[in-house]
T-cell receptor, first 112, second 115 residues
Framework: QKEVEQDPGPLSVPEGAIVSLNCTYS??????FMWYRQYSRKGPELLMY????GNKEDGRFTAQVDKSSKYISLFIRDSQPSDSATYLC????????????FGAGTQVVVTP | DTGVSQDPRHKITKRGQNVTFRCDPI?????LYWYRQTLGQGPEFLTY????????KSRLLSDRFSAERPKGSFSTLEIQRTEQGDSAMYLC?????????????FGEGSRLTVL
């Protein structure tokens, strides 16, 4: 069993819809959580970073963390075709900051 | 542009050859990381530096791989005697870690194809 599970998709939604992405994890040592967006053949781009349970909002993006359930989510409101990309969750522990455990990524396709 | 810079962006080599990748981190970032990403998978941690010191290496980093960060600025990742299984995207990231935390920013990656 992988430490971080993420549905690979593809997830296809119409423009304007809410995109819902999630990851589950098994190791309670993970203490901080990041979401990255990756376009084809490009490097990952940091979208959201959170350290605690609860919600964090930034523009059209909302990240949720539930440490008790070991479940994290990313919501994208008012999705645009330019949001079509692979979304990666990344988790880290307090030891060795930056040594991240990534999910496999979910491919999102937003159709006009 | 002041982001993480990687060079070359794409390298094609024959099995058995040596290759070297270079990463220039964001200026003043004290930590530099190397990750490897294969098709359809998330990046996997390889190693990281705090300034010029290499603090941790993954078991994925076999003895054919060596990374350096002289003077705590740019870093190089060398792969000796390349194998077809080394074909992947090699990603560099940097962060300014203060009080134990800091966001990670990735470069565009160096894609390696071993024939």
């Amino acid at each position: 069993q992988k430490e971080v599970e993420q549905d690979p998709g593809p997830l296809s939604v119409p423009e304007g819809a809410i995109v819902s992405l999630n990851c589950t994890y098994s190791n309670s040592a993970f203490q901080y959580f990041m979401w990255y967006r990756q376009y084809s053949r490009k490097g990952p781009e940091l979208l959201m970073y959170t350290y605690s349970s609860g919600n964090k909002e930034d523009g059209r993006f909302t990240a949720q963390v539930d440490k008790s359930s070991k479940y994290i989510s990313l919501f994208i409101r008012d999705s645009q075709p330019s949001d079509s990309a692979t979304y990666l969750c990344a988790l880290g522990g307090n030891h060795s900051w930056g040594k991240l455990q990534f999910g496999a990524g979910t491919q999102v396709v937003v159709t006009p | 542009d002041t982001g993480v810079s990687q060079d070359p962006r794409h390298k094609i080599t024959k099995r058995g050859q040596n290759v070297t990748f270079r990463c220039d981190p964001i200026s003043e970032h004290n930590r530099l990381y190397w990750y490897r990403q294969t098709l359809g998978q998330g990046p996997e941690f390889l190693t990281y530096f705090q300034n010029e010191a290499q603090l941790e290496k993954s078991r994925l980093l076999s003895d054919r791989f060596s990374a350096e960060r002289p003077k705590g600025s740019f870093s190089t990742l060398e792969i000796q005697r390349t194998e077809q299984g080394d074909s992947a995207m090699y990603l560099c990231a940097s962060s300014l870690v203060l009080a134990g935390s800091g966001e990670l920013f990735f470069g565009e990656g160096s894609r390696l194809t071993v024939l």
